[in-house]
């Protein structure tokens, strides 16, 4: 018996591939030898590569995301009119035989034709204008950090054991007494006299701490790295006022998100890290329509701004469910099933940063005092399955929140709701006395009170 071919039917009749690389790319658009060329990487190769393609009528372009090679073709390829499919490349890895970019662009572009590959997600043109100033805000704060631990074992070379005394020798007082040493201060009291009111050890004990050794040489490398502090902290003051400026071009260009207005929160706690200069409370607000993200416990202005520049409002209504946002975000169990057995459930590797800011939200939420139904979600997987655990499933708990906020435009209510420390003190108080009337069976007469009559 002859056996019958399996067809599929062609989904993208007009379509190519491209194999992107750092010094070629190779476009295919069809499977024989003439239907395949190598362009180069300068601008004019790009724009002969998109000349060639509409000689050819394409419609339709696949390529795969390899690196940062694929961006500037992918602007001149969108500025030409092409549909464009920009694809994970592990989705085009089952090639057999010999690995050659002829046969890569090839094989791109025959699963395009037959409709098999799926496009990644891509922000629209000004969150992406954003999430460049927030990476590299990003990336000075993480050399200003090891710059801070640079400076703190030059001073532990210079016997200057401030580190001891001090939680953070980037602080108030941190920063004052280090300046000082490197004007050419050395008495131990006149540096243990610039603690700021808020330190918790006494002059005394910070001067007892500041005896240096004398040492020149590890002196100079401090004063060097307090320059690079300070020049580090002024690119970050230039990458602040930027989001700021894109921030304010987004919201003022839609009437819809001007017109939203909301109180300040100030039981919401500042970083130090975070932008001093941007109300991120108002500009979440005016950014997500009147949705109020900061009112979940847990998030902080620097999740709220990941949020904003790594996929922005618009973004979070291109996944169709909350199930959709969660998998992109790799905070979903990958679910293996063969023969009605789950043989894995395990959360997929890999991380972008809104998913480590999530994640940093969710561990605060378990750090939370007061109870919450956040946090008793949290305790509760982390009694059964460890703290990892808890931290993911409250992160996916996060992002399924904030879907349906702004998609769906359900507000978060926590029945609690948020108290200043004098109310939790009050509250406190209330539920220790009346668990203590509890315990002892204590009546109305034993307490001394009146019951008035009705």
């Not at 690389?21 to 590569?49: C, I, P, T, Y």
């Not at 000075?140 to 016997?159: E, F």
């Not at 054991?161 to 040493?181: A, E, M, N, P, Y």
């Not at 909350?322 to 979903?332: E, G, I, N, P």
Request: proline residues 3%; charged residues 25%; aromatic residues 6%.
């Amino acid at each position: 018996m002859e056996q019958e071919p399996i067809i599929m039917d062609v989904v993208n009749p007009q379509a190519a591939g491209i194999d992107v690389g750092s010094r070629s790319h190779w476009v295919a658009v069809g499977q024989s030898e003439k239907d395949v060329r190598e362009f180069g990487v300068f601008n004019q190769d790009l724009f002969a590569m998109a000349a060639w393609l509409e000689e050819k009528n394409i419609r339709t372009v696949a390529l795969e995301s390899t690196g940062t090679y694929w961006q500037n073709l992918y602007a001149v390829l969108m500025a030409r009119g092409f549909h464009l499919v920009l694809c994970n490349g592990k989705f085009t890895k089952n090639i057999k035989g010999k690995k050659t970019d002829i046969k890569d662009c090839q094989w791109i572009q025959k699963l395009h034709t037959l409709g098999l590959l799926t496009s990644s997600f891509l922000p629209d043109g000004k969150t992406e204008e954003l999430r460049t100033y927030c990476r590299q805000r990003g990336n000075l704060l993480r050399s200003v950090a090891s710059t801070s631990k640079k400076m703190q074992k030059n001073l532990r070379l210079l016997n200057l054991r401030l580190d001891v005394v001090v939680k953070d020798i980037c602080g108030l007082t941190g920063l004052l007494i280090i300046r000082s040493i490197c004007s050419g201060e050395t008495d131990p009291k006149k540096l243990a006299s610039l603690r700021h009111g808020n330190c918790r050890k006494s002059s005394e004990e910070i001067a007892r701490a500041l005896e240096s050794n004398g040492r020149k040489d590890y002196l100079f490398a401090l004063k060097q790295e307090l320059d690079t502090y300070d020049h580090l902290q002024g690119k970050i003051a230039a990458c602040d006022r930027e989001i700021e400026k894109v921030l304010d071009e987004i919201i003022n260009s839609d009437d819809n998100k001007r017109q939203h207005h909301i109180d300040a929160k100030p039981y919401k706690r500042l970083n130090k890290n975070t932008p001093k200069d941007i109300d991120l409370n108002l500009k979440a607000y005016q950014m997500f329509e009147g949705t109020d993200l900061m009112a979940i416990e847990g998030m902080s202005y620097s999740t709220v701004l990941a949020l904003m520049s790594e996929v922005g409002m618009e973004g979070i209504k291109k996944f169709r469910t909350a199930k959709h946002f969660a998998s992109w975000l790799r905070l979903a169990p990958n679910n293996r099933v063969s023969g009605g057995k789950v043989l894995s459930s395990k959360v997929p590797k890999g991380s972008n940063r809104l998913k480590i800011a999530l994640r940093n939200a969710a561990n605060a939420i378990g750090n939370l005092k007061d109870s919450t139904p956040l946090r008793d979600f949290f305790h509760r997987i982390n009694f059964r399955k460890g703290r990892v655990s808890a931290v993911s499933a409250t992160a996916r708990k996060l992002a399924v929140i904030i879907w349906n906020m702004v998609v769906k435009g359900v507000p978060y209510t926590n029945p609690e709701g948020y108290l200043f420390l004098d109310q939790k003190r009050k509250m406190g108080l209330v539920k220790r006395i009346k668990k203590q009337i509890d315990k002892f069976g204590l009546t109305n007469e034993d307490l001394g009170l009146e019951t008035v009559p009705i």
